[in-house]
């Protein structure tokens, strides 16, 4: 067990509907990560939050947005959902701001837009 | 820029061979930093090792060694006698100076045979 808490475990939902995905981190750690995986594009990574800032981006689309929370948690939300957002979401978290510390990874959210 | 190579997309091999599973990089940075993480059948990644581009001893924790040469831009994970608890896809990821966040390899998928 990482430590890194993901809701929800799995979720179904339709073309251009709105979803969130919630992250924990460890305890101690300030940075939220959050990936993509899926089987054609490999893990991507979307965004990075430190102690409530945003410190970097990846590709992510203006559909998609995030924050931090000041109790560290973390909220991927997703809109206007396609059929090709289906995927793994991952968040991850380290102590640090810099991609120099290790990551621990969150269980995942699979979802599926159908 | 930074770039990680994992060649070798998918690995077969039975129950107590050796495997050894690549990880090229590329990189101008001289600070750096190396990781290689684990995705089990069950998803989540886990962290099993982060190496800096100034420490190049070679690493081993059980039947798990890693091999870092900075002279092929190399940091090679193997297994020693595999089980097939070791079946997983696993991902070599580089975090070079100039980037805040480390690009992950497309992972190379070990399958190990009873």
């Known amino acids: 067990d990482s430590g890194v808490t993901q809701t929800p475990k799995h979720l179904i939902t339709a073309t251009g509907q709105r979803v969130t995905l919630r992250c924990s981190p460890r305890?101690?750690?300030?940075?939220v990560y959050w990936y993509q995986q899926s089987l054609d594009q490999g893990l991507q990574f979307l965004i990075q939050?430190?102690?409530?800032?945003?410190?970097a981006k990846g590709n992510i689309l203006e559909r998609f947005s995030a924050q931090q929370f000041p109790d560290l948690h973390s909220e991927l939300n997703l809109s206007s959902l396609e059929l090709g957002d289906s995927a793994l979401y991952f968040c991850?978290?380290?102590?640090?701001?810099?991609?120099?510390?290790?990551?621990?990874f969150g269980p995942g959210t699979r979802l599926t837009v159908t | 820029a930074q770039k990680v190579t994992q060649a070798q997309t998918e690995i077969s091999v039975v129950e107590k061979e050796d495997v050894t599973l690549d990880c090229v990089y590329e990189?101008?940075?001289?600070?750096?930093?190396l990781f290689w993480y684990k995705q089990p059948p069950s998803g989540e990644l886990v962290f099993l090792i982060r190496?800096?581009?100034?420490?190049?001893q070679n690493e081993i924790s059980g039947r798990y060694s890693w091999n870092f040469q900075k002279s092929t831009s190399s940091f090679n994970f193997t297994i020693t006698a595999s089980q097939v608890v070791d079946s997983a896809v696993y991902f070599c990821?580089?975090?070079?100076?100039?980037?805040?966040?480390?690009?992950f390899g497309r992972g190379t998928s070990l399958i190990v045979h009873p």
């Open positions: 991850a978290s380290s102590v640090g701001p810099g991609g120099e510390y290790e990551q621990y």
């Open positions: 305890s101690g750690d300030l940075s």
């Open positions: 939050y430190y102690n409530g800032e945003e410190r």
């Open positions: 990189t101008r940075d001289t600070t750096y930093y």
């Open positions: 190496r800096n581009s100034f420490d190049e």
């Open positions: 990821a580089l975090k070079a100076g100039g980037s805040y966040i480390p690009t």
